[in-house]
């Protein structure tokens, strides 16, 4: 079992309540005060369970500048007070941020019995694995 410190346990916790405030944020129509809540607990949950350093590692490399730029710059626009402009901004950079993690989701989700044998369908599994291949060539 893996053994997690005090802060990436609060910081686990702050990701859980981020991801929560912004999924009912957006069942909400878009309510701007429980999105910007969820993207603050998210960001600061991150840099708990990473650390500071490798949180502004992990942004700030040069080659992910451009995705940075979106994910931050639409946490901003959500908390100026766009929140549909800023979530889609957010959830472009988010993909582009962490696309090089879709293979690795997407080869754990195979293994778990009901979930891997739908992704393990003819025509599910060509369009997974072809759209899992695009995301590592960039």
């Given at each position: 079992m893996i053994s997690l410190s005090d802060s990436q346990k609060i910081?686990?916790?702050?990701?859980?309540?981020?991801?929560?405030?912004?999924?009912f944020?957006?069942?909400?129509?878009?309510?701007?005060?429980?999105?910007?809540?969820?993207?603050?607990?998210?960001?600061?949950?991150?840099?708990?369970v990473i650390g500071?350093?490798?949180?502004?590692?992990?942004?700030?490399?040069?080659?992910?500048?451009?995705?940075?730029s979106f994910f931050l710059g639409g946490v901003l626009v959500v908390l100026i007070g766009w929140p549909?402009?800023?979530?889609?901004?957010e959830v472009?950079?988010?993909?582009?941020?962490?696309?090089g993690?879709?293979?690795v989701v997407v080869g754990f989700i195979r293994r778990i019995p009901v979930l891997g044998s739908i992704l393990n369908l003819p025509f599910?599994?060509?369009?997974v694995d072809r759209a899992s291949e695009s995301n590592t060539m960039v």
């Open positions: 910081g686990i916790g702050l990701m859980g309540f981020g991801v929560f405030f912004l999924f944020g957006m069942i909400l129509f878009f309510d701007k005060a429980l999105l910007a809540i969820g993207n603050i607990l998210f960001v600061a949950g991150l840099a708990f500071l350093e490798r949180t502004f590692r992990f942004f700030f490399q040069k080659h992910k500048l451009k995705a940075t549909i402009v800023g979530v889609v901004l472009y950079g988010f993909f582009l941020l962490f696309r993690f879709f293979p599910i599994s060509a369009y």
